[in-house]
């Protein structure tokens, strides 16, 4: 998988996005600041090409990532 690397932190992100909470659900239930959820979907968007972030749930390489393939 030509991917880089994501972080524990990136990978809860991805993992609520993928489920489909949006950005704010995602900062507070993991109690960490919007902002940084923010840029962070932002970074994955761009890592998975993708437009929105409603994508991410249904990208293959990202259910890969999810499932620890």
């Given at each position: ?46 890592a ?6 409603a994508?991410?749930g ?12």
């Amino acid at each position: 998988m030509n991917l880089p690397n994501f972080s524990p932190e990136e990978v809860q992100i991805l993992r609520l996005l993928a489920q489909g909470y949006r950005t704010s659900e995602t900062a507070k239930h993991l109690s960490l600041p919007f902002q940084k959820v923010a840029d962070t979907a932002r970074r994955l968007k761009t890592a998975f090409g993708v437009d929105e972030v409603a994508e991410l749930g249904g990208h293959q390489k990202v259910r890969a990532i999810l499932e620890g393939k």
